[in-house]
């Protein structure tokens, strides 16, 4: 089998003439479904220094500087920022910027399904399978359906509900993980290999770094799931968020600080922090701990090894690459544009599939937990 | 394959020995005959298949990809091994993934032209840490920081066997060694050594206290020079290639052929590795050091740095075991068999002269004079002493010379791993030429834990940039670095390379500007 689904590019390009020749609907019963448009369809959403702007409806997706009006996919901190006139996002991603940063002005939630009419556009949210209250954007204006991918994954999550196809003409995509060497493994398998460590280190405590947000609570249920029932501890910065989850109905189970713990307690437990505490001096409390961190990054060993990682665990909330060409044949967009991550090479892919696409170099945006100095978690003793 | 492949990946990870020790151990214990001989082969360098090519590899990657995706991925990756084995498509679950026994004694067998086929057909079935383990496997040289020794010492202590024991009987064994398994697990006695050319434990010394010497007779002690080079043991043979070991039982024969081939003589000598500087003096290490660690010995190498042994000691002479005999006894037997070697080995082989004394206090002071080129002090071996293998307390003492110092300014400082990955721990130093600092050397030992949190915090609190695990600081601090020799170095920028450096006292109250010149550590090269 091919590495890259769709590198027959002569398959896919004689669709496309198919297409021209008998129509759409025969071009769909090839199998090869993908709309065909003008590449001038969207030209009411604009590049800005602040972010994707949407003219016609006035407000800004994601931006990185304040704005009058934004509309946020989700609560990671390169997404959603603090400070803008009106913010419109779903009910958990509001509450999750309430304990980030306080009450935002002009808070307004939206559920997943919802329409509602901003400006001349309507907009809709659907879930984006990323992490609790991730949502993808579906925009229409003048018959034209854009939808905003935000961060996304395609395989199953306990805390929160999967991605929703939503066909479209132009998908707007993040591009995270869109190298063919990123292929995140079964995440049970994952955390197996957790356990099994535990085993073989029966006295060291496990520090597992993990992004505060999705990332820690999605370890504690998949732990949880393999039948783990004693208490994991948490780095002060992890509390809050996994309270919000808990209100939200997710069960994490018996969850103790670190905190005031002495050492001894520690040992044999898993501890989870955010991946800059795990190079720090708040990891010397814990005696010769086994630190692992969560990431789709330690795919790659001389990554991993660059961090002193000990146990890397490719447990990723972001699409790998099978994911992200399947989400293309599954949306079958006209045309996709690829907001931030590995750009070229997943055009390159759409390419040799016949599907326009380009890179809008969108800047701001960080690779998930790329490095110490990036990592938007405070690092601070807890 | 698939508990090989977890351990070699898990060993990557590993930063501590004890680690590695437990792990090795975990797999000896769960992995049946014969793949986990064919793993500990693999580590210990022993394992003896035909190796890929890098070339081959591309080959059957690029008839699976995309050459533009390739290379975006190669670039990212960096490793040809591992991103070949991340690219590779995914497929065969159906398929049962082969044992490492079974793939060695295929490749074994199989022709030459059925090779690609073969490794396509085991990468279609392994997942992508199987793949990697696999072209690891293929390419050669695992390099995961697991040395021969180490591999042996988590065999002797799984199976609670001595050590020297193993490396006594280790080179008459073949992989899968399941001959050895079967002795570590009480199923079968101990596997006979082999007859020749094989390796012989090391007798070690221990660091000498000064102190000590008050209670020891001087009478009862011979001196020699403490040699700078590697020490090695010479399994010579007139009927079969001799061979070369180092202290880990480690056959380096093939780096030094110069000194194998003018072994063809029945005894085993103990001795130091040592390369010819001018005239009939040894050369600084580092001279050795272009030697070393070489699979393929080019001729100028050679020629430029030609190696010999200056023996010391001598295990077999013929079939004699001279081990249980005391040291004069085997130093008479060693002084015969030298004088009469033919002149050609004598090129390769000559005698290391013993250094006579009337009292402690004349030793110290030949001590003290000696700065030769390879010369790092003394060593005190008991007259009466066997050779005993390991580290008996009491019968060889080293006795090293003072070591120089300089004060040299902190310039970078890097993470350390394992327990120390939370603390910047490596520090990098330099000296003053004319208004800029120029780095010397590194250390990352010589300080208490007290006096690491200490740097580090200053580290932290000095940083003007950082580069991932490295900072840059502010030249701020003077550490007193001790080390054993200054040698010129053309691979240093500030042309001196120094011998086990180590931090030896932190110079809170010294400032910067009246650390070391450059031109004062110049003098210090031997033979400035
Ligand atoms: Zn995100
Ligand atoms: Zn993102």
């Not at chain 1, 922090?273 to 969560?294: F, H, I, K, Q, Y």
């Not at chain 1, 390419?351 to 890179?359: D, N, Q």
């Not at chain 2, 070690?204 to 206290?209: R, Y």
Request: a neutral charge; one cysteine or more.
């Amino acid at each position: 089998m091919p590495g890259v689904p769709g590198r027959n590019a002569a398959e896919t390009l004689h669709a496309r003439e198919f297409y021209y020749r008998y129509g759409r609907a025969c071009v769909a019963a090839y199998g090869a479904h993908f709309r065909v448009m003008s590449a001038a369809a969207a030209s009411w959403i604009k590049v800005t220094p602040a972010g994707l702007e949407v003219v016609p409806g006035g407000f800004v997706i994601d931006p990185v500087v304040p704005v009058d009006r934004a509309v946020i996919t989700h609560g990671h901190g390169d997404h959603a920022r603090p400070g803008h006139g009106a913010v419109l996002a779903t009910t958990p991603t509001l509450a999750i910027m309430n304990v980030r940063f306080g009450p935002q002005r002009g808070e307004q939630a939206l559920q997943y399904g919802e329409a509602l009419k901003i400006g001349d556009v309507t907009v809709r949210l659907e879930p984006a399978g990323h992490v609790l209250g991730s949502a993808q954007i579906v925009m229409e204006y003048r018959g034209i359906r854009v939808v905003v991918s935000g961060d996304y994954k395609r395989r199953r999550d306990p805390t929160c509900p999967p991605f929703a196809v939503t066909p479209c003409d132009v998908f707007i995509t993040e591009a995270t993980f869109a190298l063919p060497v990123f292929c995140h493994p079964d995440d049970g398998a994952e955390i197996a290999r957790l356990r099994e460590s535990l085993r073989l280190f029966p006295d060291r405590p496990h520090l597992v770094g993990a992004y505060a947000l999705g990332k820690a609570q999605r370890i504690i249920m998949l732990l949880r799931e393999s039948g783990y029932d004693a208490p994991i501890f948490l780095h002060g910065a992890m509390a809050a968020l996994c309270n919000l989850y808990r209100d939200f109905g997710v069960a994490l189970g018996e969850l103790t600080p670190v905190a005031g713990q002495p050492q001894a307690a520690l040992n044999g437990r898993i501890v989870l922090c955010p991946p800059g505490a795990l190079a720090d001096r708040w990891s010397r409390r814990m005696n010769e701990p086994v630190t692992a961190m969560a990431s789709g990054w330690m795919r790659i060993r001389q990554r991993a090894k660059q961090r002193g990682v000990e146990l890397p665990l490719v447990i990723s909330d972001h699409a790998d690459w099978n994911e992200l060409l399947q989400t293309m044949r599954d949306v079958a967009p006209g045309e996709v544009w690829i907001t931030h991550g590995r750009e070229e090479a997943l055009a390159r892919a759409l390419e040799l599939m016949g599907v326009p696409a380009k890179a809008l170099s969108l800047i701001g945006y960080e690779d998930e937990n790329d490095d110490d100095a990036k990592a938007p978690e405070p690092a601070t003793p807890a | 394959m698939k508990a090989f492949a977890a351990l070699l990946d898990h060993l990557v990870y590993q930063p501590s020995r004890l680690g590695k020790l437990r792990l090795l151990m975990d797999y000896f214990a769960t992995t049946p005959d014969p793949d986990r001989g064919y793993g500990l082969a693999a580590l210990a360098g022993t394992l003896d298949i035909p190796h890929a090519k890098p070339a081959l590899l591309r080959k059957l990657i690029s008839a699976r990809t995309d050459p533009v995706l390739f290379s975006y991925s190669y670039d990212y990756v960096g490793d040809l091994a591992e991103t070949i084995a991340l690219l590779w498509p995914a497929g065969g679950e159906a398929t049962h993934p082969p044992a490492l026994g079974e793939i060695v004694t295929t490749l074994r067998a199989a022709p030459k032209s059925k090779v690609p086929d073969l490794i396509a057909t085991w990468m279609d079935s392994l997942d992508a840490t199987g793949r990697w383990a696999l072209l690891k496997l293929l390419t050669g040289g695992l390099r995961i920081g697991v040395s021969a020794r180490l591999a042996k010492t988590a065999l002797a202590q799984w199976g609670a066997l001595d050590l020297a024991d193993l490396e006594e009987i280790w080179h008459g064994q073949e992989p899968p060694y399941t001959a050895v398994f079967a002795w570590a697990e009480k199923r079968g006695d101990k596997p006979a050594a082999a007859r020749g050319t094989s390796f012989r434990p090391f007798m070690l010394s221990q660091a000498l206290e000064e102190s000590e010497l008050t209670t020891l007779n001087p009478a009862d002690f011979i001196a020699e020079w403490k040699w700078d080079g590697i020490r090695v043991q010479v399994a010579g043979s007139t009927l079969t290639p001799a061979r070369l070991f180092a202290r880990s039982g480690d056959d380096i024969s093939a780096t030094f052929p110069d000194v194998t081939d003018a072994a063809s003589f029945d005894a085993v000598l103990d001795g130091e590795l040592l390369v010819r500087g001018d005239g009939a003096d040894p050369a600084p290490f580092a001279d050795l050091q272009q030697r070393l660690n070489r699979k393929v010995v080019a001729k100028k190498q050679l020629d430029t740095y030609p190696a010999f042994v200056r023996v010391y000691d001598m295990l077999f002479d013929g079939e004699d075991d001279l081990r249980a005999l005391p040291w004069t006894d085997r130093r008479k037997r060693l002084e015969d068999f030298m004088e009469k070697l033919p002149a050609a080995a004598q090129a390769r082989f000559d005698l290391s002269p013993v250094v006579p004394f009337a009292s402690w206090e004349a030793l110290t002071g030949i001590r003290a004079s000696a700065r030769g080129a390879a010369m790092e002090g003394l060593m005190l071996k008991r007259r009466n002493a066997p050779y005993i293998a390991g580290r008996p307390k009491g019968p060889w003492f080293k006795w090293k010379r003072d070591p120089l110092t300089i004060d040299a300014v902190l310039m970078y400082a890097q993470r350390g791993h394992g327990k120390r990955s939370s603390f910047y721990s490596d520090f990098t130093f330099g000296v003053w030429r004319d208004d800029e600092l120029v780095p010397v050397g590194k250390a990352y030992f010589g300080f208490t834990d007290a006096e690491l949190k200490q740097l580090d915090g200053w580290v932290r609190n000095n940083t003007t940039e950082r580069f991932g695990p490295v900072r840059a600081v502010a030249p701020g601090l003077v550490l007193e670095v001790a080390f054993d020799a200054a040698q010129n170095s053309t691979r240093h920028k500030s042309g001196i390379a120094l011998r086990f450096p180590r931090v030896s006292r932190i110079r809170w109250d010294k400032p910067a500007v009246e650390a070391d010149r450059l031109e004062t550590v110049a003098k210090l090269v031997e033979g400035a």
